[in-house]
């Protein structure tokens, strides 16, 4: 049996601009609210003629309608959850959003993440909807307009200071009621600007690493193995070395923070470490170094003299100033010498040294005493082979005389 009948169907008519379209659903209505709504009425309409949903969009735009009310393919910008505008360009917005980005950069050279998340989303809109690039960067830039007052360093054309704060000349130059046609700006002038209060976050990881020295310290140990007085190193101390890792973070071209991400040690620091002596000194023991036996000045040295050699120095002073062992020892004589030393001492420090001393007006010790370096051992005089009060000081290794000034100074 052949159909006679058409099937109907109810539907709004929904007359939009110059044209009447019939569509049967809500989506159809949300759509065509963009337009201003002529009429609308309820019929019953061949199904044939009713519009899908999917085709709802296509026929509004074929549509001979207005200009301003024709719809356009353009791309919806949002920052993070807020709508920035529509644009026509989408290329024209990716190269804005470079040039920004490119002005808050700490580094060219490194890498950079934006926040948030930016989208640029293909969609139809109005005419009307439609924003200007060239409000792109006031609306990413500028969330509010704050004026910022900066004194120029030196002489500078408009068009390069601007460029470093994203404004538009005309409105540079409206700001600064500057003449129209000025083109440099002098030193120590007084211009306002906007200040940034951008809607992106351009943030940049620097990794830099160094070098740093670890001092040692020195540890003074005390050991009954030395003698009181006595002290060695046992451990030379070394320095060591760590490298520091730090991380710098830059946002929007200004650092917001530096931590050390790492430590690396690249060589262990040791201490030096000194042993000091604790062990009380037995009486009369040689501490192995000389001192001078008495205050007084050389008169003569270690050198030929008067046709022989002088197998010692001689240390002058007023009569009876002290005279000390030059180091610890042993007495093995005190008293008179024939030969010309007078009264004298003579010391044996039990190492292979023995110190002399002649001319002495009073000796203080006798043999077999033991001494301390610098104890008193009697006072200077004048006795024996001498011209006048001092000290004839030698010293003696294993029986050779050597320059006393090579022990003492
Ligand atoms: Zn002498």
Redesign the pocket.
């Known amino acids: 049996m052949k159909e006679s009948f058409k099937r109907l169907v109810r539907a709004s008519l929904l007359t939009v601009g110059v044209l009447t379209i019939s569509a049967n659903t809500a989506y159809a209505k949300e759509e065509i609210s963009k337009f201003e709504i002529v009429q609308e009425e309820n019929k019953y309409i061949d199904v044939n003629q009713a519009i899908k949903e999917d085709q709802v969009q296509a026929r509004l735009m074929e549509m001979p309608i207005a200009e301003e009310l024709r719809i356009l393919e353009a791309y919806e910008l949002t920052i993070g959850e807020e709508f920035i505008g529509n644009f026509e360009d989408s290329q024209e917005v990716i190269q804005e959003i470079r040039d920004m980005v490119e002005k808050l950069l700490y580094d060219n050279q490194l890498d950079y993440d934006l926040i948030p998340e930016i989208r640029l989303e293909k969609k139809s809109v109005l005419k009307d909807e439609i924003t200007d690039i060239k409000d792109l960067r006031y609306k990413v830039l500028y969330q509010e307009k704050i004026e910022e007052t900066i004194k120029i360093d030196q002489d500078i054309k408009i068009d390069d200071f601007i460029s470093k704060y994203s404004i538009d000349k005309d409105e540079f130059i409206k700001l600064n009621e500057l003449e129209e046609k000025s083109e440099i700006l002098k030193k120590d002038m007084e211009v306002k600007v906007y200040e940034f209060t951008p809607k992106i976050l351009v943030r940049q990881i620097e990794e830099k690493s160094h070098v740093k020295k670890i001092a040692f310290k020195t540890r003074k140990v005390k050991t009954d193995k030395l003698y009181i007085g006595e002290s060695k190193v046992s451990q030379e101390g070394i320095s060591g070395r760590e490298k520091i890792n730090t991380k710098y973070i830059y946002e929007n071209g200004d650092l917001a923070k530096k931590y050390v991400e790492s430590k690396e040690i690249l060589r262990k620091k040791q201490d030096k470490i000194i042993l000091i002596g604790n062990k009380e000194r037995p009486k009369g023991m040689a501490t192995n170094s000389f001192i001078k036996p008495t205050v007084g000045r050389y008169t003569?040295l270690f050198e030929y003299r008067w046709g022989s050699f002088?197998t010692?120095v001689?240390i002058a002073n007023g009569m009876g100033t002290s005279i000390v062992a030059s180091d610890g020892g042993r007495v093995i004589a005190a008293g008179w010498n024939s030969y010309g030393l007078g009264n004298h001492v003579k010391i044996d420090h039990g190492n292979g040294y023995v110190t002399l001393y002649?001319h002495m007006v009073g000796v203080d010790v006798k043999v077999g005493d033991r001494v301390d370096q610098g104890e008193h051992i009697g006072r200077m005089g004048s006795t024996g082979f001498s011209t006048g009060p001092h000290v004839?000081f030698e010293v003696i290794k294993d029986g050779v005389k050597l320059n006393p000034l090579n022990f003492i100074k």
């Open positions: 003569s002088h010692g001689d002649g004839h």
